[in-house]
Structures are given as structure tokens and as C-alpha cells.
């Protein structure tokens, strides 16, 4: 099985800063990709940052600037860096990984179990 951790979570208030941090184990050949997603109340899933296994990286327009995503190869984990954090980044964040359990397949995608960001005002 495939398991993804994630860890960092929790209240703080606007302007502060929370870094969470997501390790992908268990059956791992290749990771294409790893990422952060949100969903908040009454809005569909988003994407937040991801990072390529080269080091590429990709953010929403509403993060850019303030959130910074990072990994780590050797321990399969990726971390979010977030920054000046506003009432509207409330939302259960979501760890993915893009990733091949044996070789010659095809990449599928694993999810962690969601962790809150709460952010007051």
C-alpha cells in the first residue's frame, strides 16, 4: 500500500505563517509528482502548488507569492511553505502524489486524508 502522512496543520491568525508537510511511503517505485490541494466551504477541490520530481513548480494564482512548495527526494516528502496567510486560505488541505508502485505502468494518483488550515481574522 501507498500511504501519505501529512502533518503541520492547525489555527493561526491573518499574516501568520504554518508549514505542512506530507511523507509519501509503502510500495514506491517513481514519483512523478507531488502537490497540495484545498477545498473550503461550499467550493470545489483546488490546486494549490505542485513539484515536479525535477524540481518544477506550479502555483495558483491566489498563492503565488506568499506560499512556497518544497521537497524532499530522498524521504519522499513534500512541505508547504505558507506565508502571510489570509481568512480565505481556510480550507482542508490535501496531499497528492503522482506515482508509480512498480515499473512499466501507468502514473496514478494517491491523496492523504486532509488536514485543516483555519485562519482568523
Known amino acids: 500500500q501507498v500511504q501519505l502522512v501529512e502533518s503541520g496543520g492547525g489555527l493561526v491568525q491573518a499574516g501568520g505563517s504554518l508549514r505542512l508537510s506530507c511523507a509519501a511511503s509503502g510500495r514506491i517505485f517513481s514519483i512523478n509528482s507531488m502537490g497540495w490541494y484545498r477545498q473550503a466551504p461550499g467550493k470545489q477541490r483546488e490546486l494549490v502548488a505542485t513539484?515536479?520530481?525535477?524540481?518544477?513548480?506550479n502555483y495558483a494564482d491566489s498563492v503565488r507569492g506568499r506560499f512556497t512548495i518544497s521537497r524532499d527526494v530522498a524521504k519522499n516528502t513534500v512541505y508547504l511553505q505558507m506565508n502571510s496567510l489570509k481568512p480565505e486560505d481556510t480550507a482542508v488541505y490535501y496531499c497528492?502524489?503522482?506515482?508509480?508502485?512498480?515499473?512499466?505502468?501507468?502514473?496514478?494518483?494517491?491523496w492523504g486524508q486532509g488536514t485543516q488550515v483555519t485562519v482568523s481574522s
Open positions: 513539484i515536479t520530481s525535477v524540481g518544477n513548480t
Open positions: 497528492n502524489a503522482l506515482l508509480k508502485e512498480v515499473p512499466n505502468v501507468r502514473w496514478l494518483a494517491y
